[in-house]
């Protein structure tokens, strides 16, 4: 079993609409939770951390932590064609420093 | 721009062959870590340097090394290439202590085995 489980999708939306992502982890000792944003051919850009469980909100991106239930989400308002990426879920320890354990990735889709 | 480089952009190499891969890290980042990201997946943690000592290894088998410099530049090596290992290598360099947000990764070297 993956440490982090995450659906590939691909995920196609129209514009405007809200983009819904999650992922599933196994181990409760992680303790910071990234969402990575991939365009093709690039690396990955890092969107938003959380260390805690609840809601934190960055302009349209809202990333959720459940902890007790070992989910995380990432939300986009108002998804654009830009918002067309890959999206990664990563997780970490701060024992294992930069030693992250990633999503499979979930491809988006933003329809005009 | 994050401020860390990777050389070279793509590569083709055959069954068999060895590669080296290059990082520059962001000034000052003393720790270096890479992964491995096939098509269609997420990156999958190869091994950390910190401080030019290997900290820390995923499951990756011993044809896969690195090094790390006193200029916090890195390599990654491969030997004996196999097919399995075409995919995208990313380095990522870190300042540990620091705020999650200073983990700045490369645009990557994609590798093609034939």
């Known amino acids: 079993q993956k440490e982090v489980e995450q659906d590939p999708g691909p995920l196609s939306v129209p514009e405007g609409a809200i983009v819904s992502l999650n992922c599933t982890y196994s181990n409760s000792a992680f303790q910071y939770f990234m969402w990575y944003r991939q365009y093709s051919r690039k690396g990955p850009e890092l969107l938003m951390y959380t260390y805690s469980s609840g809601n934190k909100e960055d302009g349209r991106f809202t990333a959720q932590v459940d902890k007790s239930s070992k989910y995380i989400s990432l939300f986009i308002r108002d998804s654009q064609p830009s918002d067309s990426a890959t999206y990664l879920c990563?997780?970490?320890?701060?024992?294992?420093?930069?030693?992250?354990?990633f999503g499979a990735g979930t491809q988006v889709v933003v329809t005009p | 721009e994050t401020g860390v480089t990777q050389s070279p952009t793509h590569l083709i190499k055959t069954r068999g062959q060895q590669v080296t891969l290059r990082c520059s890290s962001q000034s000052g980042h003393n720790t270096v870590s890479w992964y491995q990201q096939a098509l269609g997946q997420g990156p999958q943690f190869i091994f950390q340097y910190y401080r030019e000592e290997e900290n820390g290894r995923g499951n990756f088998p011993p044809r896969f090394s690195g090094l790390q410099f006193p200029n916090y530049s890195s390599e990654l090596n491969v030997n004996a290439l196999e097919l399995d290992d075409s995919a995208l290598y990313l380095c990522?360099?870190?300042?540990?202590?620091?705020?999650?947000?200073?983990?700045?990764f490369g645009p990557g070297t994609r590798l093609t085995v034939l």
């Open positions: 990563a997780i970490g320890t701060t024992d294992s420093w930069g030693k992250l354990q």
């Open positions: 990522a360099s870190s300042l540990p202590g620091a705020s999650v947000d200073t983990q700045y």
